[in-house]
């Protein structure tokens, strides 16, 4: 039994290695002492099962014999045996550890075993929480998990001088495992409150031990004691006992009381050191006090709504010292690590260095209570084959670390900043990356024509050479700027290459507006870009995350080539002398950057002739001054964009850098048409014919043949309908006969003589601008010249049978003198009459000879066209019956008649062609006979002016 129980404490004060680190120093004193309990405990199980079992616990003699045995026949080997039967006797032993206040049994024969008891009743209470296994597993963990190998430098995590945070599947694992433990750790209080509840529970045990061992052990007496042991038949011996050992029963009780006091002192220390007002645990009153500093950093500094977190991290630090645990809080307390990180302000990387910038960590200013020192920071670089660890002492202002004579390329770096408090590293920043690679160089890109001409968006070709040393691979980004954005500089980087997480390595992820290309790539054709509108480009190479550095960046502006004006609405119209071209804006989207048109005029052997730029606001223009008639043209126009950026001014023509961009050019061709006639005159007219000339066109090309379109059409709708015949026709000559123009009807008429040039280019015809004359036939003369009243000088005649004849025209002219001219108006042609009457003036001298022409008129445009004259001669004649009258008044007195007046006509008749119209057919030669009637005539007798010829 004695062996089971020392086995059973053994056991019991045998911590297992995850345990010991949760023990303050008060504990482990506490440790000590219940190895001294049952150290003493085991002695005295020692000497009561080992030297007293065989003997017994009393030391008897034999002090009296009663019935018939005597002293003498007890004496020698059966006293012996007598004094063994009563030390185990049990009367011998009620009679012996018998107490008069106590109705129990001494201390001596159970006092061994109820110290062992003790002893181990206080060790299951220190290993209060061991004894749960869910606590303990937990205990474990958080040991395994977070304690043990951060404390080792074994963590990888920890070591992230040679990580850099890179990701696996056991840094997964043990991440996960560590917000998992510590995380139920943050909401829990149990292992605090089962520390108190230890504590109060040894002092009460303790207390109630050493209450036990004194009233009960201590009151126990070394006194003799009387008993009898029976004889059978043969009567009693009376024996005398007393205790064994008992002096040194009482000195190990004793012995072990004290221990129980000093029990009950170490756990009321260790009460009093886990109180948090006390602020005797050291990480508890660390983290208080920065919390008071009252810094922006410390305001959410380790929140938990348990104890158990911090009050387990105090018990390290006094295993394990105060920088160590630090340094495991740092590695798992995030905001804690914020306060130990130092604040990394720059990150300076070439193709073959590193330098780091950075402030001094948050902690490094924090005034509190319990301030931690930064001691210095450490730097450190992997792989680096020699200098790989920089340290520099802790200060105010900033600090800077340079590691040069790197090999870029493919080769990953992992940099590590870390602070130093109390010569143990602080989990720091790190930066695992690739150096710089170099950068791609002579970076070029052009335009590209369309194969399709409905293609309504642009594209570009780029091309470069590759830079020296490895990389992974090329960033193309094309974006497009806005206009008047910047001026002659490019725009600021568009790729910010420290945005990413420091403490994991991330694969960059590739941004919409950027195109990745193979590492062995040279050029790259870029497509569906809006046309008109300004591009800029970034070339960079690529290893890892890390791109080439930003100044080194290949970029380059370009304006993308506008879509020329539709085909469908580019209109050319020509004139002699001009050409006015039309088009339309391109139809689509972008043309941000349009500025205008370019117009080129072009000879028909396509040599340029004349080059304008027009506004992107015109949608026509006319070239005048280098335009010849009947002349091929070629004219092409093409859209161009243009930036001169924002600070250049109208008055700025010195600049010369801007950008530009031209469509590809649409082209027609257009013939100029040639110069009409000029100067159309009538060289003849007659009846029914017309003769015109007119000069040529004086500005006609050498070697191009020269034609005439000529045509005549009436005014008159009357006689335009009697023309059946198309009288237009090509000539070649400048002189041209209209005849055969309508009898009767159409002489004396109004015609338009159009004139047309006609020049052949190409084998087609181009006829130039008509220019056209109206022009008079001649109309018919009158006819049938006679002598109404000779006495009257009424002459009679029928009207001419033009039918536009309203106005004759009578010449007389009496042999040396001049003519006299006198117009007869015919006003509305009245169809009851066909003859004009009319009286001359003047006297006709008798047997004077006249000579008399009657002309028809029409009138063109204010001048006058005649006729052919009727023409008459005319004398005057009188005849006397008798030379003396009489005063006889007789019936048919000859004497007194008047005198006879008559007037010859010698005529010469003009003939008439065609029938005459229906108003001139009836003529009445009666009523012209009778004197009665003549002055009926005269009355009729039409207007008429004078005028000397």
Known sequence: ?????????????????????????????????????????????????????????????????????????????????????????????????????????????????????????????????????????????????????????????????????????????????????????????????????????????????????????????????????????????????RQKRYDFYMTVLWAFNSLLLCHILTSIISLIWSMKITGLRRITSIIDALK???????????????????????????????????????????????????ALTNVTMTETSIKLTWKPCPLQHIESSKRLIVQKYVTTIFPYSRHHMKTIAAQESEHEVEFKDLVGGKREYVVTLSAIIGDAKMKGVNRTTFLPPFPPQKLNCVNVDNDKEEQQESTIKINWTRPKGEFDKYILKVFPLERRKISSTLSPPSYFPYRYNNSFKHNREKEPDEIWLGHEE??????????????QLELRTMTGNQTCVEEKVQRKLILTKPLPPSMEYFIIETSSDKLFVSWTAPESDGHTFMEGYKIQ????????????????????????????????????????????????????????????????????????????????????????????????????????????????????????????????????????????????????????????????????????????????????????????????????WLRSPSPSVQNYKLKIKKESEKAIDYWVSDLGRDPSSSDIKFQLPVDLEVDGEYKINIYSEVENGGNWVESEPLFTK????????????????????????????????????????GEKPSIFSKIVDEALLHSAEAGKHVSMLGTFSQQSS
């Open 1 to 241: 039994m004695a062996t089971s129980l020392e086995a059973a404490a053994k056991e019991w004060l045998s911590d297992p290695p995850w345990n010991r680190v949760f023990k303050n120093s008060f504990d482990v004193i506490e440790d000590q002492v219940n190895k001294g309990l049952v150290a003493l405990a085991a002695i005295a199980l020692a000497v009561r099962f080992l030297a007293n079992l065989p003997s017994g616990d009393l030391l008897c003699i034999v002090v009296a014999v009663n019935g018939s045995l005597s002293f003498d026949s007890l004496a020698g080997p059966f006293h012996a045996s007598l004094s063994s039967y009563a030390a185990q006797d049990p009367a011998c032993h009620d009679a012996v550890f018998y107490s008069p206040y106590l109705k129990v049994r001494g201390f001596v024969m159970y006092g061994p075993v109820i110290i062992m008891l003790q002893a181990i009743l206080l060790i299951g209470v220190e290993k209060l929480w061991i004894i749960f296994p869910r606590l303990s597993q937990k205990l474990e963990r958080f040991y395994k998990a977070v304690v043990e190998e951060a404390l080792l430098g074994k963590d990888p995590d920890v070591a992230e001088d040679f990580t850099g945070g890179a990701i696996s599947m056991d840094k997964i694992v043990r991440e996960r495992q560590r917000e998992e433990i510590c995380g139920a750790l943050r909401g829990s209080s149990i292992f605090y409150q089962l520390y108190l509840l230890k504590n109060l529970i040894e002092i009460f045990l303790a207390a109630f031990f050493v209450v036990i061992n004194i009233v009960w052990g201590l009151e126990s007496k070394d006194e003799t004691g009387i008993c009898y042991v029976p004889m059978a038949d043969k009567g009693a011996v009376t024996m005398q006992c």
């Open 292 to 342: 008071k500093s009252h810094h922006e950093t410390t305001e959410n500094l380790i929140e938990s709504k348990g104890q158990d977190f911090l009050f387990l991290f105090d018990l390290v630090a006094h295993t394990c010292g105060q920088p160590a645990t630090l340094r495991v809080l740092s590695s798992t307390a995030p905001t804690f690590a914020q306060l130990c990180q130092p």
């Open 522 to 535: 040279s050029e790259y054709e870029m497509k569906n870009l809006k046309p008109g509108e300004r591009y």
């Open 601 to 796: 005029v072009k000879s028909s052997e396509s040599k340029v002739l004349r080059e304008l730029f027009v506004s992107k606001h015109s949608r026509n223009t006319t070239i005048s001054d280098i335009i010849l008639s009947a002349t091929e043209y070629k004219v092409s126009i093409s859209s161009f964009c243009r930036d001169q950026g924002e600070t250049l001014t109208e008055q700025d023509l010195m600049r010369l850098e801007y950008l530009e961009s031209f469509s590809k050019a649409i082209e027609k061709s257009a013939v100029t048409a040639p110069q009409p006639p000029s100067n159309i005159k009538l060289e003849t007219s007659a009846s029914t014919s017309l003769k015109v000339k007119w000069d040529p066109p004086t500005t006609v090309p050498t070697n191009t043949k020269i034609s005439y379109n000529v045509n005549i059409q009436a005014v008159s709708p009357v006689v335009r309908e009697a023309m059946v015949d198309d009288k237009s026709k090509e000539i070649e000559s400048n002189v041209f006969t209209f005849s055969h123009l309508p009898e009767i009807i159409g002489t004396g008429e109004l015609y338009r003589v159009s004139v047309q040039t006609v020049v052949t280019i190409s084998g087609k015809n181009y006829q130039s601008e008509s220019v056209s004359e109206v022009f008079a036939t001649k109309p018919l003369p009158p006819e049938k010249l006679t002598v109404i009243s000779a006495t009257e000088q009424i002459f009679s």
């Open 874 to 913: 005319v004398t005057k004649y009188e005849d006397r019956g008798i030379d003396s009258d009489t005063e006889i008044d007789i019936e048919r007195d000859v004497f007194d008649a008047p005198k006879t007046t008559r007037i010859a006509l010698r005529r010469n008749q003009t003939k008439v062609s």
